[in-house]
């Protein structure tokens, strides 16, 4: 299955999703990877990739990882293999992995090529497509970073067979994300599949694929319309911040985050309570979390301040309508936000 996604300015390229094919290619180029993933699966992406040059930098496995200094490291492998600016580099692992290649190719000698070649389920789906691309620093996450395409992204669902069940979990949030926002055919389709098949999670990453590349097309730098991709961001990223990143992963913090921003929609008259469940239940298919205990409401509320989404001190909300469809606003009273908060406060 090929997905195509053409911007604006005539950026275009292809995300392949597929089993991988051989390629050469007549330049110099590095894959970067980290411990885990290369353990896992360099060898089988050696047998397919060739190169006029080919070398490998591994980089330290983990969120905390994604920073300026393991830049620096991926950059200074580039020098000492006197890259040029016909070079490519290869993302080879998850999101963490691909945003800090993008990012890095799209400054090395003002920017080269590199391929997307996502390893988890949720950069497969999301973080690979769409050319946003950074790392974190201490004011907060992906605060520094730039726009810069792949010229291709090659999905390949065989690297998905030794990931761990919370991770997958965690990419199938997204792509309930994908649907709820934009895609009510795709929802249905996903109650009435089972993703743990493996046509079926084809089937899924394609269609989320699609979604994906035709928000970014309609919408590449957020100005807009790609903004509803952070549906259930909002909340989400409170509880990753309250529970010190350390006890959901994104995309678990994410589940919650929707289930959330469907009780807010329900207050504004938006969604049914049935249509709430049908997302909630979906979710607890795949042992998504979808409860959190708030602490101090008032607490959870001044925490969405600290979003650098949240523009101009007003919060923006993804809320969705019905199934399918979603509005974003920055204009939700705070009573009605407190009210939902209250309702997971006991
Ligand atoms: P991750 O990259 O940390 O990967 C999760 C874990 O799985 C890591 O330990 C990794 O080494 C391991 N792993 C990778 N592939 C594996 C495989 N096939 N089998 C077994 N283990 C494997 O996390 P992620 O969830 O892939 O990505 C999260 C990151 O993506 C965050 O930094 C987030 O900011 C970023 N992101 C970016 C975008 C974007 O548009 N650029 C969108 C969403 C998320
Ligand atoms: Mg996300």
Same mark, same amino acid.
């Given at each position: 299955?090929?997905v195509n996604i053409?911007?604006p300015d005539?950026?275009?390229y292809?995300?392949t999703i ?5 390629q050469?290619?007549?330049?110099k180029?590095v894959?970067v990877?980290?411990?885990?993933v ?6 089988y992406l050696?047998e397919?990739?060739?190169?006029k ?8 496995d983990?969120?905390?990882?994604k920073n300026?200094?393991t830049?620096?490291a991926?950059?200074e492998?580039?020098f000492?293999h ?10 080879f ?9 993008g990012?890095?190719?799209s400054?090395?000698?003002r ?6 070649v ?6 497969q ?5 769409g050319g946003?691309?950074g ?6 996450k992906? /605060?520094i ?5 792949p010229i291709?992204?090659? #999905?390949d669902?065989?690297? /998905?067979?030794?990931?761990p069940k919370r991770?997958f979990?965690?990419?199938i949030?997204?792509?309930v994300?994908?649907a ?8 249905q389709?996903?109650?009435k599949?089972n993703l743990?098949?493996?046509?079926n #999670? ?5 269609k989320s694929v ?7 097309s309609q ?5 807009? /319309?790609r ?11 409170v509880?990753e ?10 995309g678990e ?5 929707m289930?959330m921003?469907?009780e ?13 469940l049908r997302?909630k239940?979906?979710?607890?298919k795949y042992?998504i979390?979808?409860?959190y205990k708030i602490?101090d ?7 969405f301040?600290l ?13 969705p309508?019905g #199934?399918g ?8 009273s ?10 997971f406060?006991n």
């Amino acid at each position: 299955m090929i997905v195509n996604i053409s911007l604006p300015d005539n950026t275009k390229y292809d995300i392949t999703i597929d089993t991988l094919k051989k390629q050469y290619f007549d330049r110099k180029v590095v894959i970067v990877t980290n411990p885990t993933v290369s353990s896992l699966h360099l060898d089988y992406l050696k047998e397919k990739i060739s190169a006029k040059e080919l070398s490998v930098v591994t980089v330290p496995d983990g969120e905390q990882y994604k920073n300026m200094e393991t830049i620096e490291a991926i950059l200074e492998h580039c020098f000492e293999h006197k890259l040029n600016r016909n070079s490519l580099l290869i993302a080879f692992g998850g999101g963490v992995i691909g945003d800090m290649t993008g990012f890095a190719a799209s400054i090395y000698q003002r920017g080269i090529d590199f391929i997307q070649v996502p390893t988890t389920l949720l950069s497969q789906v999301d973080a690979s497509v769409g050319g946003k691309t950074g790392v974190n620093n201490k004011y907060g996450k992906n /605060l520094i970073g730039a726009f810069h395409q792949p010229i291709a992204v090659n #999905i390949d669902p065989h690297f /998905l067979t030794t990931l761990p069940k919370r991770e997958f979990g965690a990419g199938i949030a997204e792509i309930v994300k994908m649907a709820v926002t934009f895609n009510k055919d795709f929802f249905q389709w996903l109650e009435k599949n089972n993703l743990n098949d493996e046509k079926n #999670i084809k089937t899924a990453i394609a269609k989320s694929v699609e979604t994906k590349a035709w928000v970014v097309s309609q919408d590449e730098k957020e100005r807009g /319309l790609r903004a509803a991709l952070n549906y259930g961001h909002t909340f989400g990223h409170v509880i990753e911040n309250e529970t010190n990143y350390n006890t959901y992963l994104h995309g678990e913090a994410v589940g919650i985050g929707m289930v959330m921003a469907n009780e807010l929609a329900k207050k504004i008259g938006y969604m049914s309570e049935g249509e709430t469940l049908r997302v909630k239940h979906l979710l607890e298919k795949y042992d998504i979390p979808t409860s959190y205990k708030i602490e101090d409401v008032e607490d959870f509320y001044e925490h969405f301040f600290l979003d650098k989404k949240s523009l101009d001190n007003r919060i923006k909300f993804i809320v969705p309508k019905g #199934i399918g469809d979603c509005e974003i606003t920055d204009l939700i009273s705070k009573e009605n936000v407190i009210e939902v908060l209250k309702g997971f406060s006991n």
